[in-house]
């Protein structure tokens, strides 16, 4: 186990670039968004992506209390209609449905990173765990599916508080759970910003960098994998 562990009572872990990743290589456009939306979306430039992108992103974060798989489904038609919308894909009502449906509840759109389940089951035995996620409802399934819930013993999800990382109240949330201090605990992200703002309130930040895009410059301790925790 690496030395910065030694003295902490709990490790939070992020989950998407920590503990799996999409299966598509993309969050929101999954194999199924791919596939309807067909050479029509290739025909579209990246600066166009890129808005359409935003434009669904912000109709997310306007009201992010999200309590149900089924509002969650919702949710999720209304930023592929935006989508589709911005970018003249002309997805069908019936299109923009299953694409929803298919993101909230087709658990083959993660791939479990490798080791994780041994990382995990080595670490509960020493600390707890617990998870830090901007996510929806479906969240509880896909950490069922990659075989990771056994090990937590607290979990705090942006849907249900509200808002999004790096907003204080998650933090917040998560140690209300624990009961821990907080520098007794562990966060482990693969955005410096939410780790940023966890350092914030005294959680020891970790880099995840097994998303290249994250292999950042940073002054926290950096990992690729995280099975290097335990080495």
Request: hydrophobic content about 40%.
């Amino acid at each position: 186990m690496i030395d910065l562990l030694k003295n902490k009572e709990v490790i939070f872990f992020d989950v998407g670039y920590t503990l799996d990743m999409p299966a598509s290589g993309d969050w929101m456009f999954t194999n199924r968004f791919l596939e309807l939306a067909g050479e029509k979306l290739n025909q579209r430039t990246e600066t166009e992506i890129q808005m359409a992108r935003d434009a669904g992103l912000r109709y997310l974060a306007q009201d992010h209390l999200i309590q149900t798989v089924e509002a969650e489904i919702q949710n999720f038609f209304d930023y592929y209609s935006i989508i589709s919308d911005q970018l003249n894909l002309g997805l069908t009502e019936e299109e923009r449905n299953q694409i929803a449906r298919d993101r909230a509840c087709n658990m083959e759109n993660y791939i479990p990173y490798t080791g994780i389940k041994e990382v995990l089951s080595t670490l509960s035995k020493t600390h707890k765990l617990g998870i830090i996620s901007d996510t929806w409802p479906s969240i509880e399934p896909q950490l069922e599916y990659i075989g990771v819930s056994q090990y937590l013993s607290f979990t705090t999800f942006s849907c249900f508080v509200g808002v999004f990382k790096p907003d204080k109240r998650i933090y917040l949330d998560a140690l209300n759970k624990c009961g821990v201090p907080a520098e007794k605990t562990v966060f482990i992200d693969d955005a410096v910003r939410n780790l940023d703002g966890a350092a914030a309130l005294g959680i020891t930040p970790i880099l995840i960098a097994a998303n290249p895009a994250s292999d950042v410059e940073t002054n926290c301790l950096k990992i690729r994998n995280l099975r290097e925790l335990i080495r």
